[in-house]
């Protein structure tokens, strides 16, 4: 998306409507799980899927519009 369809998008709301973001993702991810066998404590990696579904809170905006490779603008987001 460019920055100026960003703009598009934002200008079909009045400018003091409040703006909240929002994720929802499921991802996969490496855990380590403790299991108890035999009367030992046995410490394995697994791998769950992990959903997650909340709110996020803007953090600012990077710039790398001088990069080489990929200009752009990243927003930040933080939960």
């Not at 299991?35 to 809170?57: C, I, K, L, P, S």
């Amino acid at each position: 998306m460019t920055v100026y369809e960003l703009i598009q998008e934002l200008s079909r709301f009045s400018a003091d409507t409040e703006v909240e973001f929002h994720v929802k993702a499921d991802f996969d991810t490496d855990v380590k799980a403790k299991f108890d066998r035999d009367d030992e404590d046995d410490v394995q990696t697994v791998t769950v899927t992990a959903g997650f579904d909340e709110d996020v809170n803007y953090d600012g905006i990077k710039d790398n519009e001088a990069s080489r490779c990929k200009p752009n603008i990243t927003i930040e987001l933080v939960y």
